[in-house]
């Protein structure tokens, strides 16, 4: 029977509550479900003691998680909206992020950061962006941007028994899509990406709810005669630079794509590595695709128009390969 992305979530979190005593959830309204109901019901099978309620202060739901991991349990705290882990940075980046290197190994924060980003219509420019690249510049802490409702289940588990601060980051306009969940499936290693798709001709580097554009996309270049491989990152700290090379010097044409704005974005970041690197496997200029260097626009229309899409990245494959 399939399930949605929120489901999965949401059954992730139920069986590692039941794994695990030292699993606790963490966050505003999360008791009650949630911003977006993924722990619906999960209070009121494992208590109110795991499943606690927070005043609406994000630095202090940081705080709260980092302190409880230190002391060796393993939170797992929401934040409704990537927008608003901006209150919790000082946190994540000078605390969660340090406390392995600066105790020498002796002290670990295993915790979760659940939180949402994307656009997913008409929540505009406070509550849309993807603001991922932020936290990639961060030793430390390891950033998961999950494609499917499958991969979020697994990667959400392996996050919660990771051992070290982890940013899960779940987009909205996934939490609708249905699949199956397989009987006996491996979980996804952390820092492990995924071909999606195999093909020879160019590589569409991408994650999170873009790897449905690329693989839309893949569909209608491939009635053009072009073969598209689509990488999954799946992670994006750790970076899985060995898949994404091996896929490289197969096809020798680079397409990278995600939501969030060109500008200092991941797709940046593997640009200059993949230029670095394999300069000399390189056929065609690597091309990036992404949002346009706008805030989110309330309106529908003009969301579309600065948000990428499977057209976008069709044309990106066409050039190329011209």
Not at 124 to 143: D, K
Request: charge should be negative.
């Amino acid at each position: 029977m399939s399930q949605t992305y929120i489901e999965l979530l949401r059954r992730a979190l139920d069986e590692e509550l039941s794994l695990d005593p030292a699993v606790h959830l963490l966050g505003e309204d999360v008791a009650a479900g949630g911003a977006f109901g993924v722990t619906k019901g999960l209070a009121q099978k494992h208590g109110a003691r795991r499943v606690r309620n927070t005043p609406i202060s994000e630095a202090a739901i940081a705080g709260l998680a980092t302190g409880a991991a230190l002391c060796g349990l393993r939170p797992v705290l929401e934040i409704m909206f990537i927008d608003f882990a901006t209150l919790a940075l000082d946190c994540l980046v000078n605390q969660s992020a340090k406390y392995r290197y600066m105790s020498g190994g002796q002290l670990a924060v295993p915790m979760v950061v659940r939180t949402q980003a994307g656009a997913a219509g008409g929540a505009a420019a406070q509550h849309s962006q993807s603001l991922e690249s932020w936290f990639i510049h961060v030793p430390g802490l390891v950033v998961v941007a999950p494609s499917s409702p499958v991969e979020a289940y697994g990667l959400l588990k392996r996050s919660i028994r990771l051992g070290d601060p982890v940013l899960f980051i779940e987009h909205k306009r996934l939490y609708a899509l249905r699949e199956e969940l397989p009987a006996n499936l491996p979980l996804p290693d952390i820092g492990r990406a995924r071909v999606a798709r195999a093909g020879c001709d160019v590589t569409v580097i991408t994650y999170s709810a873009m790897v449905g554009s690329a693989l839309e996309a893949a569909d209608i270049v491939a009635g053009q005669g072009l073969s598209a491989e689509v990488i999954d990152l799946r992670t994006l700290t750790p970076l899985d630079m060995q898949t994404v090379a091996a896929s490289v010097m197969k096809t020798h044409r680079v397409v990278i794509a995600h939501e969030a704005v060109r500008n200092g974005g991941v797709g940046a970041e593997i640009a200059a590595r993949l230029a670095g690197e394999l300069f000399d496997e390189l056929d065609a200029p690597i091309t990036r695709v992404g949002c346009r260097f706008a805030p989110i626009p309330f309106a529908p229309e003009l969301e579309r128009a600065v948000l990428p899409g499977t057209a976008d990245i069709v044309r990106a494959v066409q050039a190329a390969c011209a």
